[in-house]
């Protein structure tokens, strides 16, 4: 499975794009006008294509080279996409250099590494911020514009927030900052106000799986189909369950829940001794998530007029949920589902042992069930 990972090129330097023409079309024609918005804010569920969109701009923009914008967007350039899309050639040298990081004039914001022990910030901090109203104050390098992707924005911290509504309140001339948000609620009212938003929405599943079929096309067609299902619209998602082993993590679970009326004992704490060893934080993070989709899908299936079918599930699945449900009342698996997100969420912020933490999860669905 790590193949899918593997083959997945990292938003800087991804050529495919997929499932958003509107978005595009719509910056593609803003930056057509010769009046296009300073700073851009691209909305939407986690691992839909944002960043990958952000990045997409940004390479048609550094492109564009010197002159009126208005007019290199009309007529194009060599290597950049004529029409309504924003592609640019991965052989064009603005692509190459934006992969690598090392176009003078863009610069990508993102949580960076402590002080202590090298590993990633929980934030993006005031100082990256700082540095991105220094760096647009500066004479584009290469006589065009200067091009600023944060990814993402809900990362920042409120010194940080802060720092970047001063950017926001005095733009710099050929100046563009993009932000990526999955969540735009959690930014400064301020912030938003000062962006042009553009939301973007969920994948199809067909678009995934034609994506996880570029990215893995060896994959089995019941991998394949599991994989398209369980990601919600997200490749993002798609290829970390891939590449943490979530296909197996969530067969096992699905196994576990096949045995209610009573969980196989035995099997709950294998499963459970397999997640709480140590290097076993990501398959833990996984089997979390894929526990969230579970509740979160039966819920639904619940509160379906005559239990009418729910998108994503196969007919397994929903013959185990079927059964679950019947066991117990939906107010019921509503407290289920707020005592196991509250169980996951202390697992995350605390250092609780996650064995522990995966086997009460698992019993607090097998006890509502027999209540």
Not at 7 to 32: I, K, S, T, V, Y
Request: glycine content about 10%; overall charge negative; some cysteine.
């Amino acid at each position: 499975m790590s193949e899918v990972a593997a083959n997945a090129p990292q938003p800087r330097a991804n050529p495919h794009f997929r499932g958003h023409d509107d978005a595009e079309a719509r910056l593609r024609a803003a930056f057509a006008s010769g009046r296009c918005p300073h700073a851009w804010l691209l909305c939407g569920p986690r691992g839909i294509g944002k960043a990958t969109l952000a990045f997409r701009f940004a390479r048609f923009v550094l492109a564009q080279g010197t002159g009126d914008p208005a007019q290199a967007a009309l007529f194009g350039t060599e290597g950049v996409a004529e029409g309504e899309g924003l592609s640019v050639d991965p052989n064009h040298p603005v692509f190459r250099r934006v992969a690598s990081g090392g176009h003078l004039d863009f610069v990508t914001v993102e949580r960076g590494l402590s002080d202590q022990g090298g590993k990633k910030r929980s934030e993006i901090v005031v100082d990256d911020i700082r540095a991105v109203g220094a760096f647009l104050r500066l004479t584009p390098a290469e006589g065009g514009w200067r091009v600023v992707v944060i990814d993402s924005a809900d990362d920042m911290n409120r010194n940080a927030a802060n720092a970047l509504l001063k950017v926001l309140e005095e733009p710099s001339a050929w100046a563009l900052l993009i932000l990526v948000s999955h969540n735009p609620g959690r930014l400064l009212p301020t912030v938003r106000s000062r962006c042009r938003r553009l939301g973007m929405r969920a994948l199809t599943d067909a678009d995934v799986g034609d994506l996880i079929e570029r990215y893995a096309p060896g994959l089995g067609t019941d991998d394949h189909a599991t994989l398209t299902r369980l990601s919600d619209g997200s490749i993002g998602r798609a290829v970390a369950l891939a590449e943490e082993g979530g296909l197996d993590l969530y067969r096992e679970l699905v196994a576990l829940l096949e045995t209610w009326p009573r969980l196989d004992t035995e099997a709950l704490h294998r499963f459970g001794d397999r997640l709480g060893r140590r290097g076993a934080e990501d398959a833990f993070r996984t089997v979390g998530e894929l526990t969230r989709w579970w509740l979160a899908r039966m819920i639904a299936l619940g509160a379906a007029p005559g239990g009418k079918e729910v998108p994503s599930l196969d007919g397994a699945e929903r013959e185990i949920m079927v059964r679950l449900l019947a066991g117990a009342g939906l107010d019921r698996w509503l407290e289920v589902w707020e005592k196991v997100n509250g169980l996951l969420e202390r697992a995350e912020g605390a250092n609780l042992d996650r064995k522990q933490v995966v086997i009460n999860a698992l019993l607090a669905l097998e006890t509502a069930a027999v209540a």
